[in-house]
Protein backbone atom coordinates (compact mmCIF):
# COMPACT_ATOMS: atom_id res chain seq x y z
CA UNK A 1 0.00 0.00 0.00
CA UNK A 2 1.18 3.47 -0.95
CA UNK A 3 0.67 6.12 2.39
CA UNK A 4 0.20 9.73 1.49
CA UNK A 5 0.05 10.24 5.36
CA UNK A 6 3.65 10.20 7.17
CA UNK A 7 4.21 8.31 10.26
CA UNK A 8 6.90 8.92 13.20
CA UNK A 9 9.25 7.18 15.13
CA UNK A 10 9.07 3.40 13.37
CA UNK A 11 5.56 3.41 15.08
CA UNK A 12 3.88 1.12 11.89
CA UNK A 13 6.67 -1.32 12.87
CA UNK A 14 5.99 -1.17 16.56
CA UNK A 15 2.38 -1.28 15.93
CA UNK A 16 1.43 -3.72 13.67
CA UNK A 17 -1.78 -4.63 15.34
CA UNK A 18 -3.18 -1.41 15.66
CA UNK A 19 -2.01 0.14 12.04
CA UNK A 20 -3.17 -3.25 10.41
CA UNK A 21 -3.42 -2.97 6.54
CA UNK A 22 -7.57 -2.42 7.65
CA UNK A 23 -6.61 0.53 9.55
CA UNK A 24 -4.47 2.28 7.20
CA UNK A 25 -6.49 1.87 4.32
CA UNK A 26 -9.60 3.28 5.84
CA UNK A 27 -7.18 6.51 6.91
CA UNK A 28 -6.07 6.66 3.74
CA UNK A 29 -9.85 6.76 2.56
CA UNK A 30 -10.48 9.40 5.27
CA UNK A 31 -7.42 11.80 5.17
CA UNK A 32 -9.21 13.90 2.62
CA UNK A 33 -11.62 15.48 5.53
CA UNK A 34 -8.48 16.29 7.20
CA UNK A 35 -8.93 19.64 5.37
CA UNK A 36 -11.88 20.41 6.40
CA UNK A 37 -11.42 20.03 10.03
CA UNK A 38 -8.06 22.40 9.41
CA UNK A 39 -10.70 24.79 8.06
CA UNK A 40 -13.48 24.37 10.82
CA UNK A 41 -10.51 25.22 13.49
CA UNK A 42 -9.31 28.05 11.52
CA UNK A 43 -13.23 29.46 11.26
CA UNK A 44 -13.70 28.60 15.07
CA UNK A 45 -10.62 30.46 15.87
CA UNK A 46 -11.55 33.21 14.05
CA UNK A 47 -15.45 33.33 15.38
CA UNK A 48 -13.79 33.68 19.00
CA UNK A 49 -11.35 36.78 18.16
CA UNK A 50 -14.76 38.82 16.24
CA UNK A 51 -16.83 38.16 19.46
CA UNK A 52 -14.17 38.98 21.59
CA UNK A 53 -12.81 41.75 19.90
CA UNK A 54 -17.21 43.28 19.20
CA UNK A 55 -18.03 42.10 22.68
CA UNK A 56 -20.66 39.81 21.07
CA UNK A 57 -22.42 36.70 23.00
CA UNK A 58 -23.27 34.07 21.53
CA UNK A 59 -26.47 33.86 20.50
CA UNK A 60 -29.36 31.65 18.99
CA UNK A 61 -29.09 30.52 15.18
CA UNK A 62 -32.23 32.07 12.70
CA UNK A 63 -34.59 29.35 12.66
CA UNK A 64 -35.25 30.11 9.07
CA UNK A 65 -31.55 29.16 7.95
CA UNK A 66 -29.80 25.42 7.38
CA UNK A 67 -27.53 24.12 9.95
CA UNK A 68 -24.41 24.39 8.79
CA UNK A 69 -22.68 21.49 6.61
CA UNK A 70 -26.43 20.05 6.32
CA UNK A 71 -29.51 20.43 4.51
CA UNK A 72 -31.66 20.75 7.45
CA UNK A 73 -33.84 23.82 8.70
CA UNK A 74 -33.10 24.80 11.72
CA UNK A 75 -36.76 25.44 12.55
CA UNK A 76 -37.19 21.60 11.29
CA UNK A 77 -34.47 20.14 13.98
CA UNK A 78 -36.25 22.62 16.97
CA UNK A 79 -39.49 20.71 16.36
CA UNK A 80 -37.83 17.48 16.05
CA UNK A 81 -38.60 16.90 12.20
CA UNK A 82 -35.73 14.78 11.52
CA UNK A 83 -34.95 10.96 11.86
CA UNK A 84 -33.01 10.14 14.95
CA UNK A 85 -30.92 7.02 16.29
CA UNK A 86 -32.65 4.13 17.03
CA UNK A 87 -31.33 3.42 20.80
CA UNK A 88 -29.94 -0.28 20.85
CA UNK A 89 -30.59 -2.53 23.78
CA UNK A 90 -27.02 -2.51 25.42
CA UNK A 91 -27.68 1.25 25.72
CA UNK A 92 -31.22 1.39 27.01
CA UNK A 93 -29.95 0.74 30.99
CA UNK A 94 -26.27 2.70 31.58
CA UNK A 95 -26.94 3.70 35.02
CA UNK A 96 -23.77 3.85 35.68
CA UNK A 97 -20.52 4.56 32.81
CA UNK A 98 -17.25 4.69 34.07
CA UNK A 99 -14.30 6.22 32.76
CA UNK A 100 -10.68 5.98 32.18
CA UNK A 101 -7.86 5.18 29.79
CA UNK A 102 -6.92 1.56 29.02
CA UNK A 103 -3.56 1.76 29.60
CA UNK A 104 -0.94 3.91 31.81
CA UNK A 105 2.22 5.68 31.53
CA UNK A 106 5.46 3.44 30.02
CA UNK A 107 3.97 0.47 30.84
CA UNK A 108 4.15 -3.08 29.23
CA UNK A 109 0.80 -4.82 27.82
CA UNK A 110 0.66 -7.29 30.94
CA UNK A 111 0.73 -3.83 33.31
CA UNK A 112 -1.75 -1.52 31.01
CA UNK A 113 -4.08 -4.06 30.30
CA UNK A 114 -4.93 -4.24 34.34
CA UNK A 115 -7.17 -0.85 33.59
CA UNK A 116 -9.18 -2.44 31.06
CA UNK A 117 -9.76 -5.38 33.43
CA UNK A 118 -10.50 -3.55 36.17
CA UNK A 119 -13.00 -1.40 33.88
CA UNK A 120 -14.89 -4.38 32.81
CA UNK A 121 -15.31 -6.22 36.35
CA UNK A 122 -16.28 -3.15 37.62
CA UNK A 123 -20.03 -3.61 37.36
CA UNK A 124 -20.45 -0.88 35.36
CA UNK A 125 -23.28 -1.09 32.89
CA UNK A 126 -20.97 1.34 30.17
CA UNK A 127 -17.25 2.26 30.48
CA UNK A 128 -15.90 5.01 27.83
CA UNK A 129 -12.54 3.84 27.14
CA UNK A 130 -11.25 7.67 27.01
CA UNK A 131 -8.66 8.99 24.48
CA UNK A 132 -8.97 11.83 25.29
CA UNK A 133 -9.02 13.88 28.65
CA UNK A 134 -7.82 11.10 30.50
CA UNK A 135 -5.35 9.74 28.45
CA UNK A 136 -1.80 10.48 28.73
CA UNK A 137 -0.31 11.77 25.30
CA UNK A 138 3.70 11.30 25.98
CA UNK A 139 5.11 8.44 24.02
CA UNK A 140 2.95 6.13 21.88
CA UNK A 141 0.38 5.75 25.33
CA UNK A 142 -2.62 6.49 22.53
CA UNK A 143 -1.33 3.57 20.43
CA UNK A 144 -1.13 1.77 23.58
CA UNK A 145 -4.38 1.97 24.82
CA UNK A 146 -5.96 1.15 21.02
CA UNK A 147 -3.85 -2.06 21.38
CA UNK A 148 -5.09 -2.85 24.85
CA UNK A 149 -8.53 -1.80 24.23
CA UNK A 150 -8.24 -4.62 20.84
CA UNK A 151 -7.16 -7.29 22.93
CA UNK A 152 -9.14 -6.77 25.47
CA UNK A 153 -12.64 -7.04 23.29
CA UNK A 154 -10.98 -9.92 21.28
CA UNK A 155 -10.89 -11.75 24.86
CA UNK A 156 -6.75 -12.32 24.09
CA UNK A 157 -5.68 -15.49 26.14
CA UNK A 158 -3.21 -12.21 28.37
CA UNK A 159 -5.99 -10.55 28.47
CA UNK A 160 -7.62 -13.90 30.50
CA UNK A 161 -5.24 -14.08 32.53
CA UNK A 162 -4.65 -10.91 33.63
CA UNK A 163 -8.48 -10.55 34.30
CA UNK A 164 -8.28 -13.62 36.22
CA UNK A 165 -6.10 -11.95 38.70
CA UNK A 166 -7.53 -8.56 38.95
CA UNK A 167 -10.99 -10.12 40.04
CA UNK A 168 -9.55 -11.63 42.94
CA UNK A 169 -8.13 -8.10 43.81
CA UNK A 170 -11.30 -6.36 43.48
CA UNK A 171 -13.03 -8.83 45.57
CA UNK A 172 -11.02 -8.70 48.56
CA UNK A 173 -11.24 -4.63 48.60
CA UNK A 174 -14.95 -5.33 48.61
CA UNK A 175 -15.12 -7.55 51.01
CA UNK A 176 -13.12 -5.34 53.05
CA UNK A 177 -15.06 -2.53 52.21
CA UNK A 178 -18.44 -3.40 51.30
CA UNK A 179 -18.15 -6.96 53.66
CA UNK A 180 -19.27 -8.94 50.43
CA UNK A 181 -17.67 -9.84 46.81
CA UNK A 182 -18.56 -7.86 43.78
CA UNK A 183 -18.06 -10.50 41.33
CA UNK A 184 -19.23 -14.32 41.56
CA UNK A 185 -17.94 -15.52 37.36
CA UNK A 186 -15.00 -13.24 36.20
CA UNK A 187 -15.64 -14.65 32.60
CA UNK A 188 -19.54 -13.68 33.14
CA UNK A 189 -18.97 -10.32 34.30
CA UNK A 190 -16.56 -9.62 31.88
CA UNK A 191 -19.46 -9.93 29.38
CA UNK A 192 -21.79 -6.73 31.15
CA UNK A 193 -19.98 -3.95 30.79
CA UNK A 194 -20.77 -1.62 27.38
CA UNK A 195 -17.49 -0.92 25.84
CA UNK A 196 -17.33 2.66 24.69
CA UNK A 197 -14.60 4.72 23.03
CA UNK A 198 -13.74 8.51 23.61
CA UNK A 199 -12.39 10.41 20.72
CA UNK A 200 -10.07 12.99 20.72
CA UNK A 201 -11.78 16.16 19.90
CA UNK A 202 -11.78 18.00 16.79
CA UNK A 203 -9.35 20.72 18.42
CA UNK A 204 -6.13 18.26 18.58
CA UNK A 205 -3.80 17.08 16.27
CA UNK A 206 -2.17 12.83 16.36
CA UNK A 207 0.82 12.73 17.54
CA UNK A 208 2.21 10.26 15.29
CA UNK A 209 1.36 10.95 11.64
CA UNK A 210 0.93 14.15 9.60
CA UNK A 211 -0.44 14.91 6.49
CA UNK A 212 1.13 17.55 3.83
CA UNK A 213 3.67 18.07 6.56
CA UNK A 214 1.26 19.34 8.73
CA UNK A 215 -0.52 18.05 11.79
CA UNK A 216 -3.45 15.63 11.36
CA UNK A 217 -6.60 15.38 12.76
CA UNK A 218 -6.69 13.37 16.48
CA UNK A 219 -10.45 12.61 15.94
CA UNK A 220 -9.84 10.85 12.53
CA UNK A 221 -7.33 8.82 13.78
CA UNK A 222 -9.13 7.69 16.70
CA UNK A 223 -12.39 6.58 15.31
CA UNK A 224 -10.75 4.65 12.68
CA UNK A 225 -8.77 3.00 15.33
CA UNK A 226 -10.93 1.62 17.48
CA UNK A 227 -13.75 1.04 14.50
CA UNK A 228 -11.53 -0.52 12.26
CA UNK A 229 -9.79 -2.93 14.67
CA UNK A 230 -12.68 -3.67 16.71
CA UNK A 231 -16.36 -3.89 15.03
CA UNK A 232 -16.26 -7.33 13.67
CA UNK A 233 -15.69 -8.73 16.91
CA UNK A 234 -17.91 -6.12 18.22
CA UNK A 235 -20.73 -7.01 16.15
CA UNK A 236 -20.14 -10.70 15.83
CA UNK A 237 -20.89 -10.44 19.68
CA UNK A 238 -24.14 -9.08 19.63
CA UNK A 239 -22.65 -5.50 20.87
CA UNK A 240 -23.16 -1.72 19.76
CA UNK A 241 -20.17 0.70 18.32
CA UNK A 242 -20.53 3.23 20.50
CA UNK A 243 -18.00 6.46 20.39
CA UNK A 244 -18.19 9.26 22.55
CA UNK A 245 -17.42 13.20 20.73
CA UNK A 246 -15.79 15.81 22.90
CA UNK A 247 -15.29 19.35 22.40
CA UNK A 248 -17.99 19.92 19.96
CA UNK A 249 -19.04 23.63 20.03
CA UNK A 250 -21.82 23.44 16.82
CA UNK A 251 -24.33 21.85 15.40
CA UNK A 252 -21.52 22.67 12.48
CA UNK A 253 -18.62 20.64 13.98
CA UNK A 254 -21.61 17.78 14.85
CA UNK A 255 -21.96 17.71 10.87
CA UNK A 256 -18.41 17.30 10.50
CA UNK A 257 -18.20 14.69 12.58
CA UNK A 258 -21.42 13.15 11.01
CA UNK A 259 -19.29 13.41 7.52
CA UNK A 260 -16.85 11.24 9.29
CA UNK A 261 -18.34 8.79 10.58
CA UNK A 262 -20.91 8.59 7.26
CA UNK A 263 -17.57 7.81 5.35
CA UNK A 264 -16.20 5.02 7.61
CA UNK A 265 -19.55 3.31 7.52
CA UNK A 266 -19.40 3.60 3.63
CA UNK A 267 -16.06 2.09 3.42
CA UNK A 268 -16.42 -0.42 5.83
CA UNK A 269 -19.90 -1.73 4.30
CA UNK A 270 -21.78 -1.02 7.37
CA UNK A 271 -25.31 0.19 6.85
CA UNK A 272 -25.65 3.99 8.19
CA UNK A 273 -26.58 4.15 11.57
CA UNK A 274 -24.33 1.18 13.17
CA UNK A 275 -21.78 3.44 14.57
CA UNK A 276 -24.19 5.31 17.82
CA UNK A 277 -22.24 8.89 19.43
CA UNK A 278 -23.00 10.25 22.50
CA UNK A 279 -22.18 13.88 22.45
CA UNK A 280 -20.40 15.65 25.70
CA UNK A 281 -22.05 19.04 26.32
CA UNK A 282 -18.75 20.79 28.14
CA UNK A 283 -19.24 23.99 25.50
CA UNK A 284 -21.32 27.25 25.97
CA UNK A 285 -22.55 27.20 22.37
CA UNK A 286 -23.71 23.68 22.26
CA UNK A 287 -26.55 24.73 24.80
CA UNK A 288 -27.84 27.22 21.86
CA UNK A 289 -27.85 24.44 19.67
CA UNK A 290 -28.92 21.44 20.90
CA UNK A 291 -31.70 20.21 18.90
CA UNK A 292 -29.54 21.37 15.68
CA UNK A 293 -26.55 18.61 16.95
CA UNK A 294 -28.66 16.13 17.53
CA UNK A 295 -30.45 16.79 14.10
CA UNK A 296 -27.34 17.05 12.36
CA UNK A 297 -25.69 13.76 13.79
CA UNK A 298 -28.92 11.87 12.92
CA UNK A 299 -28.97 9.04 12.71
CA UNK A 300 -25.91 8.48 14.61
CA UNK A 301 -27.24 10.33 17.73
CA UNK A 302 -28.16 8.54 21.01
CA UNK A 303 -27.39 10.77 24.27
CA UNK A 304 -26.05 14.29 25.37
CA UNK A 305 -23.52 14.04 28.63
CA UNK A 306 -23.56 17.04 31.20
CA UNK A 307 -20.27 17.75 32.57
CA UNK A 308 -18.96 20.24 34.84
CA UNK A 309 -15.24 21.51 34.72
CA UNK A 310 -15.21 21.30 30.73
CA UNK A 311 -18.32 23.57 30.82
CA UNK A 312 -17.21 26.12 33.06
CA UNK A 313 -13.91 26.67 31.07
CA UNK A 314 -16.01 26.95 27.83
CA UNK A 315 -18.48 29.50 29.86
CA UNK A 316 -15.20 31.67 31.54
CA UNK A 317 -13.60 31.49 27.96
CA UNK A 318 -16.26 32.45 25.52
CA UNK A 319 -17.32 35.56 28.15
CA UNK A 320 -13.50 36.37 28.64
CA UNK A 321 -13.57 39.92 26.76
CA UNK A 322 -16.92 40.67 29.57
CA UNK A 323 -15.42 42.57 32.89
CA UNK A 324 -18.45 42.13 34.53
CA UNK A 325 -18.14 38.28 33.85
CA UNK A 326 -16.16 36.72 36.94
CA UNK A 327 -16.52 33.55 38.24
CA UNK A 328 -16.57 32.91 41.84
CA UNK A 329 -14.42 30.25 43.96
CA UNK A 330 -14.35 26.86 41.73
CA UNK A 331 -16.22 25.11 44.68
CA UNK A 332 -19.51 27.12 44.66
CA UNK A 333 -20.20 26.40 40.68
CA UNK A 334 -21.69 23.28 41.26
CA UNK A 335 -24.37 21.89 38.69
CA UNK A 336 -26.96 24.04 40.81
CA UNK A 337 -25.39 27.55 40.52
CA UNK A 338 -26.79 30.02 38.12
CA UNK A 339 -25.66 29.22 34.35
CA UNK A 340 -25.08 25.79 35.63
CA UNK A 341 -28.86 24.73 36.68
CA UNK A 342 -29.80 26.32 33.07
CA UNK A 343 -27.40 24.36 31.15
CA UNK A 344 -28.54 21.37 32.86
CA UNK A 345 -32.02 21.90 32.31
CA UNK A 346 -31.68 22.73 28.68
CA UNK A 347 -30.23 19.46 27.91
CA UNK A 348 -32.83 17.23 29.56
CA UNK A 349 -35.61 19.23 27.95
CA UNK A 350 -33.53 18.47 24.50
CA UNK A 351 -33.36 15.18 24.82
CA UNK A 352 -36.89 14.52 25.99
CA UNK A 353 -38.29 16.45 22.61
CA UNK A 354 -39.34 13.18 20.49
CA UNK A 355 -38.02 13.07 16.70
CA UNK A 356 -40.80 12.50 14.12
CA UNK A 357 -41.09 9.28 14.80
CA UNK A 358 -41.88 9.92 18.65
CA UNK A 359 -37.67 8.90 19.68
CA UNK A 360 -36.09 10.82 22.39
CA UNK A 361 -32.58 10.35 23.70
CA UNK A 362 -30.49 9.67 26.46
CA UNK A 363 -28.68 11.95 28.99
CA UNK A 364 -26.01 10.82 31.11
CA UNK A 365 -25.54 13.02 33.91
CA UNK A 366 -22.02 14.09 35.48
CA UNK A 367 -19.05 12.87 36.87
CA UNK A 368 -18.38 11.41 40.55
CA UNK A 369 -14.47 11.77 40.63
CA UNK A 370 -14.41 11.00 44.06
CA UNK A 371 -12.23 7.42 45.43
CA UNK A 372 -12.78 6.22 48.80
CA UNK A 373 -9.58 6.07 49.70
CA UNK A 374 -8.85 8.20 53.41
CA UNK A 375 -10.03 8.59 56.68
CA UNK A 376 -13.09 6.63 57.66
CA UNK A 377 -14.07 9.55 58.58
CA UNK A 378 -13.46 11.04 55.09
CA UNK A 379 -14.83 8.59 53.06
CA UNK A 380 -18.01 8.44 54.60
CA UNK A 381 -18.20 12.02 54.34
CA UNK A 382 -17.74 12.20 50.60
CA UNK A 383 -19.50 8.59 49.92
CA UNK A 384 -22.57 10.19 51.43
CA UNK A 385 -22.10 13.05 48.92
CA UNK A 386 -21.59 11.48 45.71
CA UNK A 387 -24.99 9.63 46.53
CA UNK A 388 -27.04 12.69 47.47
CA UNK A 389 -25.66 13.90 44.27
CA UNK A 390 -26.27 10.95 42.31
CA UNK A 391 -29.98 11.07 43.68
CA UNK A 392 -30.37 14.72 42.63
CA UNK A 393 -29.15 13.74 38.71
CA UNK A 394 -31.78 11.09 38.91
CA UNK A 395 -34.31 13.25 39.82
CA UNK A 396 -33.67 15.57 37.75
CA UNK A 397 -34.14 13.00 34.69
CA UNK A 398 -31.03 11.54 34.08
CA UNK A 399 -30.64 7.91 33.01
CA UNK A 400 -27.62 7.61 34.44
CA UNK A 401 -23.66 9.30 35.42
CA UNK A 402 -20.63 8.80 35.15
CA UNK A 403 -17.60 7.85 37.65
CA UNK A 404 -13.66 8.32 37.39
CA UNK A 405 -12.98 5.11 39.68
CA UNK A 406 -14.17 1.53 39.52
CA UNK A 407 -14.30 1.69 43.28
CA UNK A 408 -17.34 3.98 42.95
CA UNK A 409 -19.80 1.99 40.82
CA UNK A 410 -20.89 0.07 43.68
CA UNK A 411 -22.02 3.05 45.83
CA UNK A 412 -23.29 4.64 42.82
CA UNK A 413 -25.03 2.63 41.10
CA UNK A 414 -27.96 1.52 43.80
CA UNK A 415 -29.15 4.77 43.36
CA UNK A 416 -30.42 3.93 40.12
CA UNK A 417 -31.47 -0.09 40.89
CA UNK A 418 -33.39 1.43 43.87
CA UNK A 419 -35.69 3.31 40.80
CA UNK A 420 -35.17 -0.03 38.78
CA UNK A 421 -36.14 2.05 35.30
CA UNK A 422 -33.87 1.35 32.84
CA UNK A 423 -34.26 4.95 31.63
CA UNK A 424 -36.07 7.97 31.82
CA UNK A 425 -36.34 8.17 28.09
CA UNK A 426 -39.49 10.91 26.96
CA UNK A 427 -40.38 12.23 30.36
CA UNK A 428 -42.38 15.01 30.23
CA UNK A 429 -40.78 18.20 30.54
CA UNK A 430 -41.07 21.94 29.16
CA UNK A 431 -40.16 22.58 25.52
CA UNK A 432 -37.29 24.14 24.49
CA UNK A 433 -37.53 27.97 23.83
CA UNK A 434 -35.14 30.31 22.26
CA UNK A 435 -36.10 34.00 23.52
CA UNK A 436 -33.59 36.63 25.55
CA UNK A 437 -34.39 35.42 29.12
CA UNK A 438 -33.19 31.61 27.53
CA UNK A 439 -29.58 33.02 26.60
CA UNK A 440 -29.42 35.16 29.63
CA UNK A 441 -29.96 32.30 31.62
CA UNK A 442 -27.30 30.41 30.30
CA UNK A 443 -24.46 33.22 31.41
CA UNK A 444 -26.14 33.65 34.77
CA UNK A 445 -24.20 34.50 37.57
CA UNK A 446 -24.99 34.09 41.24
CA UNK A 447 -23.83 35.34 44.80
CA UNK A 448 -20.95 33.39 45.74
CA UNK A 449 -17.66 33.70 47.49
CA UNK A 450 -14.39 34.28 45.96
CA UNK A 451 -11.46 33.95 48.11
CA UNK A 452 -7.50 33.18 48.66
CA UNK A 453 -8.40 29.88 50.25
CA UNK A 454 -10.10 29.29 46.41
CA UNK A 455 -7.14 31.09 44.31
CA UNK A 456 -4.69 28.82 46.80
CA UNK A 457 -6.89 25.89 45.27
CA UNK A 458 -7.43 26.91 41.79
CA UNK A 459 -3.54 27.42 41.79
CA UNK A 460 -2.36 24.26 43.43
CA UNK A 461 -4.15 21.61 41.63
CA UNK A 462 -3.65 23.90 38.07
CA UNK A 463 0.05 22.51 38.81
CA UNK A 464 -0.20 19.67 40.18
CA UNK A 465 -2.54 18.59 36.82
CA UNK A 466 0.26 19.90 34.70
CA UNK A 467 3.06 18.52 35.95
CA UNK A 468 1.41 15.02 35.92
CA UNK A 469 0.09 15.83 32.42
CA UNK A 470 3.47 16.26 31.69
CA UNK A 471 4.70 12.90 33.36
CA UNK A 472 2.35 10.95 31.72
CA UNK A 473 -0.64 11.09 33.87
CA UNK A 474 -3.63 12.82 32.03
CA UNK A 475 -5.95 11.09 34.84
CA UNK A 476 -4.40 12.06 38.59
CA UNK A 477 -5.65 11.86 41.72
CA UNK A 478 -4.93 15.30 43.31
CA UNK A 479 -6.30 17.73 46.58
CA UNK A 480 -4.71 21.01 46.95
CA UNK A 481 -1.54 21.05 49.08
CA UNK A 482 -2.27 22.42 51.74
CA UNK A 483 -5.04 19.02 52.38
CA UNK A 484 -1.66 16.86 51.93
CA UNK A 485 -1.42 14.53 54.32
CA UNK A 486 -4.89 14.69 55.98
CA UNK A 487 -7.00 12.09 54.97
CA UNK A 488 -10.26 13.38 56.07
CA UNK A 489 -10.30 15.33 52.63
CA UNK A 490 -10.22 12.49 50.06
CA UNK A 491 -8.47 12.86 46.45
CA UNK A 492 -10.18 13.70 43.62
CA UNK A 493 -9.94 11.95 40.18
CA UNK A 494 -8.96 14.69 37.52
CA UNK A 495 -8.59 15.11 34.03
CA UNK A 496 -7.42 17.52 31.47
CA UNK A 497 -10.60 19.77 32.13
CA UNK A 498 -9.81 20.46 35.89
CA UNK A 499 -6.97 22.20 34.79
CA UNK A 500 -8.60 24.65 31.84
CA UNK A 501 -10.87 25.86 34.28
CA UNK A 502 -9.02 26.57 37.15
CA UNK A 503 -6.47 28.48 34.51
CA UNK A 504 -9.47 30.13 33.20
CA UNK A 505 -10.87 31.49 36.62
CA UNK A 506 -7.63 32.80 37.41
CA UNK A 507 -7.15 34.51 34.04
CA UNK A 508 -10.52 35.96 35.18
CA UNK A 509 -9.28 37.12 38.52
CA UNK A 510 -5.94 39.23 36.92
CA UNK A 511 -7.50 40.53 34.27
CA UNK A 512 -10.81 41.83 35.13
CA UNK A 513 -9.97 42.91 38.85
CA UNK A 514 -11.76 40.61 40.57
CA UNK A 515 -13.08 41.59 43.92
CA UNK A 516 -12.35 39.37 47.16
CA UNK A 517 -15.33 38.75 49.48
CA UNK A 518 -13.53 37.67 52.46
CA UNK A 519 -10.27 39.15 54.33
CA UNK A 520 -7.21 36.82 54.43
CA UNK A 521 -5.26 36.77 57.65
CA UNK A 522 -2.31 35.63 56.19
CA UNK A 523 -2.08 37.51 52.80
CA UNK A 524 -3.49 40.77 55.07
CA UNK A 525 -6.03 40.82 52.17
CA UNK A 526 -9.37 42.89 52.82
CA UNK A 527 -12.97 42.18 51.55
CA UNK A 528 -13.47 44.40 48.67
CA UNK A 529 -9.22 43.99 47.32
CA UNK A 530 -9.03 43.47 43.87
CA UNK A 531 -6.95 40.28 42.94
CA UNK A 532 -4.33 41.66 41.18
CA UNK A 533 -0.90 40.47 39.26
CA UNK A 534 1.61 40.88 42.15
CA UNK A 535 -0.97 38.87 44.85
CA UNK A 536 -1.08 36.03 41.85
CA UNK A 537 2.96 36.35 41.95
CA UNK A 538 2.68 35.91 45.58
CA UNK A 539 0.29 32.77 45.74
CA UNK A 540 2.21 31.05 42.94
CA UNK A 541 5.63 31.47 44.80
CA UNK A 542 4.33 29.84 48.04
CA UNK A 543 1.92 27.36 46.36
CA UNK A 544 5.26 26.26 43.94
CA UNK A 545 7.06 25.69 47.40
CA UNK A 546 4.80 23.31 48.67
CA UNK A 547 4.45 21.00 46.34
CA UNK A 548 8.57 21.07 45.99
CA UNK A 549 8.48 20.33 49.45
CA UNK A 550 5.92 17.81 49.24
CA UNK A 551 6.56 13.79 49.62
CA UNK A 552 7.04 11.69 46.66
CA UNK A 553 3.35 10.47 47.27
CA UNK A 554 2.18 13.48 45.96
CA UNK A 555 4.57 15.13 44.35
CA UNK A 556 6.92 12.71 42.26
CA UNK A 557 10.43 13.54 42.88
CA UNK A 558 11.78 12.79 39.70
CA UNK A 559 9.11 15.55 38.62
CA UNK A 560 10.85 18.72 40.69
CA UNK A 561 13.99 19.76 38.36
CA UNK A 562 11.66 18.39 35.16
CA UNK A 563 8.83 18.48 34.70
CA UNK A 564 7.37 20.55 37.27
CA UNK A 565 9.04 24.10 36.76
CA UNK A 566 7.48 23.51 33.01
CA UNK A 567 4.24 23.42 34.49
CA UNK A 568 4.86 26.60 36.60
CA UNK A 569 5.94 28.15 33.64
CA UNK A 570 2.95 27.27 31.59
CA UNK A 571 0.56 28.24 34.02
CA UNK A 572 2.39 31.67 34.60
CA UNK A 573 2.62 32.67 31.46
CA UNK A 574 -1.14 31.56 30.64
CA UNK A 575 -2.59 33.31 33.67
CA UNK A 576 -0.36 37.00 33.39
CA UNK A 577 -1.02 37.19 29.24
CA UNK A 578 -3.34 39.44 28.88
CA UNK A 579 -4.37 37.56 25.38
CA UNK A 580 -5.88 34.28 26.96
CA UNK A 581 -4.91 31.42 25.15
CA UNK A 582 -7.92 28.86 24.18
CA UNK A 583 -6.67 25.87 25.42
CA UNK A 584 -4.04 24.65 28.77
CA UNK A 585 -3.61 21.52 26.63
CA UNK A 586 -1.90 23.48 23.88
CA UNK A 587 0.71 24.62 25.82
CA UNK A 588 1.43 21.30 27.96
CA UNK A 589 1.22 19.30 24.39
CA UNK A 590 3.88 21.51 22.91
CA UNK A 591 5.94 20.74 25.96
CA UNK A 592 5.38 17.06 26.32
CA UNK A 593 8.54 14.71 26.42
CA UNK A 594 10.78 17.78 27.46
CA UNK A 595 12.34 18.23 30.61
CA UNK A 596 14.57 21.23 29.55
CA UNK A 597 13.22 24.69 31.24
CA UNK A 598 14.43 27.06 28.45
CA UNK A 599 13.11 24.84 25.51
CA UNK A 600 9.98 24.68 27.08
CA UNK A 601 9.45 28.36 27.70
CA UNK A 602 10.97 29.13 24.22
CA UNK A 603 8.09 26.81 23.06
CA UNK A 604 5.59 28.74 25.33
CA UNK A 605 6.56 31.80 24.10
CA UNK A 606 6.37 31.06 20.30
CA UNK A 607 2.94 29.80 20.66
CA UNK A 608 1.70 32.91 21.97
CA UNK A 609 3.41 34.88 20.06
CA UNK A 610 1.92 33.12 17.17
CA UNK A 611 -1.49 33.34 18.23
CA UNK A 612 -1.36 36.78 19.07
CA UNK A 613 -0.09 37.27 15.30
CA UNK A 614 -3.06 36.17 13.15
CA UNK A 615 -4.71 33.03 15.63
CA UNK A 616 -2.69 30.53 14.96
CA UNK A 617 -2.36 27.58 17.60
CA UNK A 618 0.69 25.34 17.35
CA UNK A 619 -0.91 22.48 18.41
CA UNK A 620 1.81 19.57 16.00
CA UNK A 621 3.87 17.53 17.49
CA UNK A 622 7.36 19.60 18.05
CA UNK A 623 9.35 16.34 17.99
CA UNK A 624 7.81 14.67 14.91
Known amino acids: MTLTLEFRDAVLAAYPDVYTPAALAALEVLAPLNHRRHE ?124 QEVAGEMNTWAQGFLGRPIIADWRQQLDFTTVIFRCRGLHLDDRHIRQDGHGFSASLSDLVLFVVNNHERLLATGRSIVIYLPKTQTAEDAALWNSFILALEAHLSLPVGTIKC ?65 YEDRVRRAMNTPDRNGRCTLW ?50 PVWEKVGQANQLGRAFPALTYGPADAAGLMLLEPAPRTIAGARDLLSVALQYGNAFLRGFQAAALKPADFFGNDDVLYLMEDMATGEIRLSILWEWIHKGALLTEADAETGCVEGEPFTQALFGRLLKEEYAKLRQASNRDVHDDSKDTTLPIARAIVQTYVQSPLKAPWYVDLLNLNLGLEDLKTAEARIAHYLEAFKKDGTRLTENQDF
Not at 58 to 72: A, C, N, R
Not at 146 to 155: E, G, P, Q
Not at 316 to 342: C, H, K
Not at 365 to 383: D, F, K, T
Request: proline share 5%.
Open 40 to 163: RMAARTALRKRRAGQGERISFLDPESLIPGTQIKVADARSGNFDGAIIPPDLQRQWIQGTGPATKPRSDVRSGIRNVAYALLSGADGWMFDGEDALGQVDTMSLDNHRNLKLAIDRDPLFLEVA
Open 278 to 342: YVLVEQLEQCFQLMEIRAALSPHFVGFNTGRWDYINSVSDALAWDQEFVNPNIQAITMTYGYMRN
Open 364 to 413: QGGMEPNIPVGSAEGVAASMKRAVAGAEREQREGASGKWVAHWKMVHIVR
